[in-house]
């Protein structure tokens, strides 16, 4: 079994700034690309960051320049610095994760979820 734990959501004000956290745990063989999503009440869920395990990076054009991934592989863990907030990135983030549990098994996680508010 492997588990994703997410922490750092809240409520913040517009122009402030969050980090998220998501720690993989559990029968890992090796983590391949991590990342965020998040969701809107009425909305898909949406691609936020990604990371690969060699450290490249993809963003939704929507947080270019105000948000960074970054990961810990020592730690299985994946960060998100949320910087410049705005009331539109008011949603639930969850962490995704692409997991080996073994030399040939690859299976896609999902955190529970963390919501952040951002009041204007």
């Known amino acids: 079994q492997v588990q994703l734990a997410e922490s750092g959501g809240g ?12 720690a993989a745990s559990g029968s890992i063989f090796s983590i391949n690309s991590m990342g965020w999503y998040r969701q809107a009440p009425m909305k898909q869920r949406e691609l936020v960051a990604v990371i690969t395990s060699a450290g490249s990076t993809n963003y939704a054009d929507s947080v270019k320049g105000r948000f960074t ?43 529970q979820g963390t919501q952040v508010t951002v009041s204007s």
């Open 69 to 111: 991934i970054s990961r810990d592989n020592a730690k299985n863990t994946v960060y998100l610095q949320m910087n410049s907030l705005k009331p539109e990135d008011t949603a639930v983030y969850y962490c995704n994760a692409e997991i080996y549990v073994n030399y040939f098994q690859k299976r896609t996680y999902w955190g």
């Open 11 to 22: 409520l913040v004000q517009a122009g402030g700034s969050l980090r998220l956290s998501c």
